[in-house]
Structures are given as structure tokens and as C-alpha cells.
């Protein structure tokens, strides 16, 4: 069984940073990809960005330039380093582990941007 805790997110003012952490555990497998979805009130759950176990990216055309995501697999922790924040963005954020026999979730973290 896999677990994923999320912490990181909270109230920033628009164009403010934030980053965002997600550790795992259990059996993850050496082989997986770790990412970040993001659910704003009446919408669909959506990707944000997603990491390879070796290291290849995917982001989604709207945080693109200003998300990052990164892992270090030694920790089995994902971040996604979120910079030039919009309104848009506000949402809650899920982690998501995905590998062989397995997709799995975090609990989620409130991502809010106002002023």
C-alpha cells in the first residue's frame, strides 16, 4: 500500500510563490511517475504537472513557465514549485502516484490566490 502526505499550500497574494511537497510511502517501486492535479470548485480534476522516476516533465500548458516540479527519489518526495500565481490557480491541489498495480492519491492541499 502507498501513502501520500501533501503540505505547502496556503493564501498567497496574486503573483506570489508557493511550494508545494509530497512525500510517499510504502511501496512506491523504482518505477513511477509522481504528479501534481488540481480541482477548482465545479471543475474537473486536471493536471498540473507531472516527473518520471527519471526525471522527465509534463506540464500543463496554463502553468507552464511559471510551475516546477521536481523529486528526489531518495526521499520519495515530489515538489512543485509554483511562482507568478493567478487567480486561476486557486484550486485544490492532489498528489498522485502512479505504478504498476497502482494509482494513488493524496488527501489534498487549498491552494488559494487573492488579494
Known amino acids: 500500500q502507498v501513502q501520500l502526505v501533501e503540505s505547502g499550500g496556503g493564501l498567497v497574494q496574486p503573483g506570489g510563490s508557493l511550494r508545494l511537497s509530497c512525500t510517499a510511502s510504502g511501496n512506491i517501486f523504482s518505477v513511477n511517475v509522481m504528479g501534481w492535479y488540481r480541482q477548482a470548485p465545479g471543475k474537473q480534476r486536471e493536471l498540473v504537472a507531472a516527473i518520471t522516476s527519471g526525471g522527465t516533465t509534463n506540464y500543463a500548458d496554463s502553468v507552464k513557465g511559471r510551475f516546477t516540479i521536481s523529486r528526489d527519489n531518495a526521499k520519495k518526495t515530489v515538489y512543485l514549485q509554483m511562482n507568478s500565481l493567478k487567480s486561476e490557480d486557486t484550486a485544490v491541489y492532489y498528489c498522485?502516484?502512479?505504478?504498476?498495480?497502482?494509482?494513488?492519491w493524496g488527501q489534498g492541499t487549498q491552494v488559494t490566490v487573492s488579494s
Open positions: 498522485n502516484l502512479a505504478r504498476a498495480g497502482g494509482n494513488y
